[in-house]
């Protein structure tokens, strides 16, 4: 293994985040919103994403590096073709501690106890309301609360116990269902998180005006069911943690835009077709995938990784405007969030 990577503020590489497809079965007004994608004119062919062995080469590269985490991300990543043998792929790489997966679970009811045998660790799944009008308007109108309620059972059934449900809060859109989120899954022994609006890609209409700070959550939660503050699990984690001081589990809060934590962020991603960010709020990535053409080009592959990351000084959150959509940003669906 070689030496562990550190970017010019001392953040180490420990995370990575491969977005497997590009494509989705849902229009999410804050990732893909309907007018975005131009029907599919705009999306990878089949022929265009990464290939299991090129995405296996590549998280051994990585891990090689000092990454002990791979999440695999969207699009919704669900609609790969041939994701389990994916998975049984990066469950092998030696030095994967945790390999998790996020979805909107709408295909979770037929794949749950494959991704289980593959050896999935963990899954997070999006759902942003409980509230089915509130769920179709923001999803563009496809699925159903029903539907993303059975995929959670479905993971449960099949052994992954403790589900994170990630809820992207919007003033104005979703905000005022955000208690009934926290009801239901008081107690479930899955951990609700509440993730600020953010302004990543360009088209999703964002403004400070929709953002609802966390610390009012925090606020409003607590007066109805107390809480106490937990303490972080790992260097650079995203939420900020909460029990229930009843024991009915946990909440976690990801402030983002209010509460910016680029200062500890180890996290690299890679799009479908192999570029590489190192923030989600990039505007260039570097091409990878002339490297992963074979075994043989792993040490010049790791010597991209390590130059890209050892130049890396991004701090967009902690230098955002209030206007946010100022500079160019490569769209949520197609970087993974």
């Avoid at 070689?2 to 497809?21: T, Y």
């Avoid at 809060?169 to 269902?177: A, I, L, P, R």
């Avoid at 966390?214 to 606020?219: A, C, E, F, Y």
Wanted: hydrophobic share 35%; proline share 4%.
């Amino acid at each position: 293994m070689l030496a562990p990577l550190a970017d010019v503020q001392a953040r180490p590489l420990r995370d990575l985040r491969i977005s497997v497809i590009d494509r989705c079965n849902f229009r999410c007004s804050y990732c893909m919103p309907k007018n975005a994608t131009h029907r599919n004119g705009n999306f990878l062919s089949r022929g265009s994403l990464l290939s299991n062995r090129e995405i296996e080469r590549l998280a051994s590269a990585f891990v090689g590096l000092g990454v002990s985490k791979i999440r695999l991300t969207g699009g919704e990543p669900l609609l790969r073709p041939g994701l389990t043998h994916l998975i049984e792929r990066l469950a092998s790489v030696s030095g994967v501690q945790d390999l998790a997966l996020i979805t909107n679970g709408i295909l979770l009811p037929q794949m749950a106890q494959d991704l289980a045998n593959a050896g999935l660790g963990r899954i997070t799944l999006s759902l942003d309301s409980l509230d089915e009008k509130v769920f179709a308007a923001i999803t563009g109108y496809r699925g159903t609360v029903a539907r993303v309620l059975e995929g959670i059972e479905a993971a449960k059934q099949a052994g992954f116990r403790q589900l994170k449900i990630n809820t992207v809060v919007q003033k104005g859109v979703n905000d005022h269902t955000v208690l009934d989120m926290v009801r239901y899954f008081r107690g479930s022994g899955h951990t609700l998180r509440l993730i600020e609006f953010m302004d990543v890609g360009n088209s999703n209409q964002w403004s400070f005006d929709h953002v609802v700070p966390g610390s009012k959550w925090l606020q409003r939660i607590h007066t109805r069911w107390p809480l106490r503050p937990l303490a972080s699990q790992y260097p650079g984690e995203t939420a900020r943690r909460y029990a229930f001081v009843d024991g009915a589990g946990e909440i976690g809060l990801i402030n983002s835009i209010t509460e910016p934590f680029c200062g500890q962020c180890s996290r690299a991603r890679v799009t479908a077709e192999g570029k590489y960010y190192t923030c989600l709020f990039s505007d260039q990535g570097v091409d990878l995938r002339p490297l992963l053409a074979s075994e043989h080009d792993r040490s010049a592959l790791q010597e991209r990784i390590r130059s890209c990351w050892s130049r890396r000084a991004d701090s967009y959150s902690l230098d955002r405007d209030s206007s946010g959509h100022t500079t160019p940003k490569v769209e949520m669906y197609r970087l993974g969030g």
